[in-house]
């Protein structure tokens, strides 16, 4: 019996590495999209919104989908056309 915990516990240890380096791999692949959105922006001239788009990308790396949301709410929704501050 307590062969079988074992090997089902090294099963649920795997399965939640695998889970781990999936979601860290995500959060870059989000990250690098920030990054390449930040790039496009700055040569457009248009600024980041709140923060740095440095400070956006390292967001996006630590808090992945949730803020890449609000990122693309901030920039490029209807919403942040909406509120856009304007220079007249």
């Known amino acids: 019996m307590n062969e079988f915990f ?3 516990s090294q099963t649920i240890n795997s399965f939640a590495s695998l889970v781990f380096i999936i979601n860290v791999v995500l959060h870059l ?3 690098s999209g920030i990054a390449k959105d930040v790039g496009n922006l700055n040569k457009r001239s ?3 919104q ?4 440095y400070a956006w990308v390292i967001a ?3 808090g992945g989908i949730l803020v890449l949301a609000l990122y693309w709410l901030m920039h490029h929704s209807g919403l942040a056309k909406r509120f ?3 220079s007249d």
């Open 29 to 31: 692949i989000f990250a």
């Open 50 to 53: 709140m923060i740095a788009g």
């Open 60 to 62: 996006t790396a630590i």
């Open 84 to 86: 856009a501050v304007r």
């Open 46 to 48: 248009i600024p980041t």
């Open 6 to 8: 074992g090997q089902f």
